[in-house]
C-alpha cells in the first residue's frame, strides 16, 4: 500500500506580511520543533497556510489553490456562466468526471483541502505548548480551527451527497482527521462532519473572543472571528440549519458594509474594500502568472484563455437583470440591432464590438475577443492574472440570512427587507422594491443570489444544495455554446458528487468500499 504523502503531508512555510508576504526560509530548518517552539512561529506557519490557498499544485497551470475551486467547480458546471466558445471543456462544464476515480479532476479539491486540514491540525495539535502569551496562542488556534471547518465545508459540498438527499445526515460523509496521525481511516457520516465543524467554529469564536485580537489592519487574507461567523452562516445554509444560518449571517456582516456602486463597477471584485470579509492574497510581486484565478477570469488578462475565451453571463439571467440595476452594466448585452455569430456568440465587427471596444476600454486587453453576454465584473490589477480572491463578503450573508428567513416562516417582512437594503439602499438599483411573499419571495432571494454572486463561485453549489436541475440553452431561448447546451437533473452524475479519489483509497484501505 503506497502512502501518497502528497495528500497527508505536512506544508508548514514561513511567511512574512505585506510585499514580502511570500517570502520564504529554507524548509529544511523549519522542523516541528522549530515552527512550534513559540507563538510568534505559528503565527507564520498560519501565514503559510494562507500562501496555499494561492499556489499552484499537480504541476498543473489551472490548480491554483482556492481560485480553482472557484473556477472548475462553482462556475463552470454551473447554470449561469460559461466560458464563451471553450467547447474542448465540456467535459468538466458537463459534469463527466464525477464518477472518473482516477481523473485529476476528482483528485484535486481532496488534494488540496486536506493539504489544509493537515497543516491546521499541526498547529492545533501543538500550538498550546508553545511558548508566547496565551492571548496570542489562542488567537492562532481559532485561525486553524476556522481553516478545518471551512476545508471540511468545502470537500463536503463535492464529496457528500446534498443534505435534501442525505437522510438527514446518515449518507457517506468523509474521513475526518483531526490530529497528525495519517493511519486508515473510514469515512464518517455526512451528520458527523457538519457535527466537526460546528465544534470547530465554536471553539474557535471562543478562542477569538477570549483573545480579545483580531487581524491585523491591512490583513483581509487571514482569518478572523468574522470569517468564523462567516463560515457557520454557509455551513448551516448548506445544512439546511436555517436559524443557526440567518443568526450567524448577521454577525458575519456586522462590521463589513456594503460597497459603494464605484467599487462595485470599478476593482469591487479584484481588490479587499469594505464588504470584503476574507479573501486569498495576491500582489504583482507574488505572482502566479498564468496560473491564477485571474487569468482565467480576468476580461482584461493578457492570458489567452481569457483573451479568446472570456467569461459571459447567460442570456437568461441578464435578461432577468432590471435595466436599472448597476450589475446589469457589469456584461456586454446585446442591444437592439447589434449582431453577433449566434452558434459562437462571437462579435468580429458592427455595432456590439464597437461599442465593447469603446464602453469597456479599459476593461479589455486589447487583442481580446468580444462576445455578446461577456463579463467586466472581474479584472486584473496587473497582468497577467493579479487580483485578490474573495472567499466571503456582506452580500452573501444578506443572502444567506433571506433564504434562511424563507424557510423559517413568518419573516417575510425581515426578508424584503434585506433584499431591499441588498439593491436599493445599496445604490445597486435604485428603483428595486419587493411585496413578494411565501415561494415567490424564496425564488426572488435565489434570482438576486444568481445575480450578485455571478461569477465568485457559487453557481454549481447552489443549483446542488436547492436540488434543482441545470438547463443551458442555445439561441434564440439561451446563449451557450451547443456543447454546453446540456440538461443535468438532480438525479444525474451520481447524484452531482464527487466520487472518493481513487489515490486516496489506494492509500486508505477503510474506503475501499466506497470506489465501488
Not at 335 to 363: F, L, P, Q, V, W
Request: hydrophobic share 35%.
Amino acid at each position: 500500500m503506497k502512502k501518497i504523502l502528497s495528500i497527508l503531508g505536512i506544508a508548514l512555510l514561513f511567511l512574512s506580511c505585506a510585499s514580502d508576504y511570500l517570502e520564504t526560509v529554507p524548509q529544511s530548518s523549519t522542523g516541528t520543533s522549530t515552527i512550534f517552539e513559540s507563538a510568534d512561529n505559528a503565527r507564520l506557519a498560519i501565514n503559510g497556510i494562507c500562501r496555499l490557498m494561492v499556489s499552484q499544485y499537480l504541476e498543473s497551470q489551472g490548480m491554483n489553490g482556492e481560485g480553482t475551486i472557484k473556477t472548475w467547480y462553482g462556475n463552470y458546471p454551473g447554470n449561469d456562466f460559461q466560458k464563451s466558445n471553450l467547447s474542448g471543456w465540456s467535459p468538466i462544464t458537463n459534469l463527466d468526471y464525477t464518477e472518473r476515480a482516477t481523473s485529476t479532476y476528482a483528485y484535486y479539491p481532496w488534494f488540496y483541502y486536506y493539504k489544509l486540514i493537515g497543516n491546521a491540525n499541526a498547529i492545533i495539535s501543538n500550538i498550546d505548548a508553545a511558548s508566547g502569551p496565551d492571548g496570542d496562542k489562542l488567537f492562532i488556534k481559532a485561525q486553524a480551527l476556522t481553516f478545518r471547518a471551512y476545508s471540511y465545508l468545502m470537500l463536503s459540498q463535492l464529496y457528500c451527497h446534498r443534505w435534501k438527499d442525505s437522510n438527514n445526515g446518515a449518507s457517506r460523509g468523509l474521513p475526518l482527521r483531526v490530529d497528525q496521525s495519517t493511519g486508515e481511516l473510514p469515512a464518517s457520516t455526512l451528520a458527523e462532519v457538519y457535527q466537526l465543524i460546528y465544534n470547530d467554529l465554536d471553539e474557535a469564536i471562543a478562542g477569538y473572543k477570549e483573545s480579545e485580537q483580531s487581524r491585523e489592519k491591512g490583513d483581509n487574507y487571514s482569518p478572523d472571528l468574522s470569517v468564523a461567523y462567516a463560515t457557520y452562516a454557509r455551513s448551516a445554509l448548506t445544512r439546511e440549519d436555517w436559524t443557526t444560518a440567518a443568526g450567524y449571517a448577521a454577525l458575519a456582516r456586522t462590521d463589513y458594509p456594503l460597497m459603494s456602486n464605484a467599487e462595485y463597477v470599478d476593482g469591487g471584485f479584484n481588490t479587499p474594500n469594505s464588504e470584503w470579509i476574507w479573501s486569498c492574497y495576491s500582489a504583482s510581486d507574488q505572482t502566479l502568472y498564468y496560473y491564477s484565478f485571474f487569468a482565467y477570469q480576468g476580461s482584461n488578462s493578457s492570458a489567452s484563455v481569457c483573451r479568446s475565451y472570456p467569461c459571459s453571463i447567460s442570456k437568461e439571467l441578464y435578461n432577468k437583470i432590471p435595466d436599472t440595476d448597476v450589475r446589469k452594466g457589469m456584461f456586454l448585452g446585446p442591444k437592439e440591432g447589434e449582431t453577433y455569430t449566434t452558434s459562437s456568440g462571437r462579435a468580429s465587427s458592427g455595432a456590439m464590438y464597437n461599442r465593447a471596444i469603446a464602453d469597456y476600454a479599459n476593461k479589455l486587453y486589447e487583442t481580446s475577443y468580444i462576445f455578446a453576454y461577456m463579463q467586466f465584473k472581474f479584472t486584473v490589477t496587473d497582468q497577467p492574472g493579479i487580483g485578490h480572491v474573495n472567499n466571503f463578503r456582506t452580500a452573501e450573508m444578506y443572502l444567506i440570512e433571506a433564504e434562511a428567513n424563507c424557510h423559517l416562516g413568518g419573516k417575510d417582512t425581515e426578508t424584503q427587507n434585506l433584499l431591499i437594503a441588498l439593491n436599493k439602499t445599496s445604490g445597486r438599483n435604485p428603483d428595486y422594491a419587493c411585496a413578494k411573499t411565501g415561494s415567490d419571495l424564496l425564488e426572488e432571494v435565489k434570482l438576486y443570489r444568481k445575480i450578485e454572486l455571478w461569477g465568485e463561485g457559487f453557481d454549481w453549489f447552489d443549483y446542488k444544495r436547492w436540488k434543482e436541475p441545470i438547463s443551458r440553452k442555445t439561441e434564440p431561448d439561451g446563449s451557450f455554446h451547443s456543447a454546453f447546451a446540456v440538461t443535468i437533473n438532480p438525479s444525474d452524475k451520481n447524484q452531482w458528487t464527487w466520487v472518493y479519489p481513487a489515490k486516496e483509497v489506494d492509500y486508505n484501505d477503510a474506503l475501499n468500499a466506497y470506489l465501488e
